[in-house]
């Protein structure tokens, strides 16, 4: 029987069908790639910034207790980045509790003002407000003996008020190979702070961060607000997790360093919506752990300041981005 060549709409028909069935094995392929890439679980490294805060000083009740109170509760490990001024005799007992329930304190600075990059600080006096803040919490930690042995034997955590590492006037002072820490040898403003120096080798650097779901230019609480900019916001988990369905390889890198998220303990807005933040990083499956991450390194790059658009990794950033695909 001779076969019947086909009309033209039935040409389409056909040619449809089949692109429709390429399109779809296409998608799948790269569900199936991107389901492949992610891992069972996403490490969280839950970051707060500016305390410690108590009412009066007293070290009593106040926010910074607040949140201590919240990630009890939730069996959460966090790092606190303090500030000098606010880390008192009375706040002793804060980083006390802290520490013994396994956070790690970071130094945040002596104080903010001065020390954003838009002031434009000599390194030298980044590296005493530095300075100056490890002589604080080691004195306020004294009488805690083993909360102090426990600070002494953790990792030295940084972050610059503000953050830095997006601009090339940064945290150089911090980098192993920027020259500083040699020049301050001879620095006037640092020659009571010579015997010191060694404090700033091994340093890790968390001046960057890739989620701000409260930042404080925005005023409201709504936790609903919050949850949505913390995950399907522009830089927020999802788009960390599920980039580019062609590109799945981009999510590995980021998810299995661990995502670092910013707060602010001192903000009251935290108490009013970090719980409904917390429900819903734990349907993504987080665990959450304490700077540093495994793959840092002191006194080198570790993470860029997260910025409301698609996730770019910065080959600096990470050791091994060259073995990815």
């Known amino acids: ?40 679980h996403v490490p969280v490294y839950l970051t707060f910034d500016d ?27 966090a790092t606190f980045f303090v500030h000098g001024r606010n880390t008192g005799e009375a706040e002793g007992s804060v980083l006390a509790r802290m520490l013994r329930a396994g956070h790690r304190v970071g130094n945040h600075l002596f104080h903010q003002g001065g020390a954003t990059l838009d002031a434009r600080p000599a390194p030298s006096y980044l590296a005493r407000l530095y300075l100056d803040t490890e002589l604080r919490i080691r004195e306020v930690l004294a009488p805690h003996a083993d909360a102090l042995a426990l600070f002494l034997a953790q990792p030295r955590l940084f972050r610059r008020p503000g953050g830095g590492y997006d601009s090339a006037e940064g945290n150089l002072f911090l980098l192993a190979d920027s020259g500083y820490r040699d020049s301050f040898l001879y620095d006037r403003e640092l020659a009571a702070y010579r015997h010191l120096l060694d404090w700033l080798h091994n340093v890790y650097d968390y001046s960057g961060w890739h989620i701000n779901p409260l930042p404080l230019w925005e005023q409201r609480a709504d936790p609903d607000a919050v949850v949505w900019r913390a995950i399907d916001g522009p830089g927020g988990l999802r788009s960390l997790l599920q980039p580019a369905p062609d590109k799945p390889h981009l999510v590995a890198q980021c998810v299995q360093e661990g995502v670092i998220i910013l707060l602010h303990d001192p903000d009251p807005r935290v108490i009013a919506a970090v719980p409904a933040l917390l429900d819903a990083l734990d349907a993504w499956g987080a665990t959450y752990h304490a700077l540093p991450r495994p793959g840092d390194l002191p006194n080198r790059y570790t993470v860029g300041i997260a910025r409301p658009e698609p996730l770019v990794i910065a080959r600096e950033s990470y050791r091994d981005v060259a073995s990815i695909p």
Do not use: N
């Open 51 to 77: 305390g410690v805060e108590t009412e009066g000083a007293q070290g009593e009740r106040g926010p910074t207790l607040d949140v201590l109170d919240l990630l009890d509760e939730r069996g959460i490990v």
């Open 1 to 40: 029987m001779a076969s019947r060549s086909l009309t033209r709409r039935q040409f389409v028909t056909a040619i449809g069908a089949l692109g429709a069935h390429w399109l779809a094995a296409r998608s799948r392929s790269a569900r199936a790639r991107g389901a492949a890439a992610m891992p069972g």
